[in-house]
């Protein structure tokens, strides 16, 4: 198992992420097309199951706030 340097024991997020992926994936596509709506502004706590929504984000009118370097990484 790849442990995070910089977390010492805990896993890396690549090890969390693949943690029940498809369940993420469907999840986070519901919440996007199904909860949110355009000109909404959101807050993506640092998580994998958060990370997956930025892929449904991509194109929306939406604004999106993050405590998590890893996700805004991806949402620019």
Known sequence: MKRSAAR??????????A???QEKREV?????NNI???G???YLDAGTS???MIEY???RRITVVTNSTYH???TN
């Open 36 to 38: 949110l709506q355009s």
């Open 40 to 42: 909404q502004t959101i």
């Open 8 to 17: 010492g024991s805990e896993e890396s997020v690549e090890v969390k992420r």
């Open 72 to 74: 805004f990484t991806e």
């Open 50 to 52: 958060t990370y997956e």
């Open 28 to 32: 986070a596509k519901y919440i996007c």
């Open 57 to 59: 984000l991509r194109g």
């Open 19 to 21: 943690d029940f992926l």
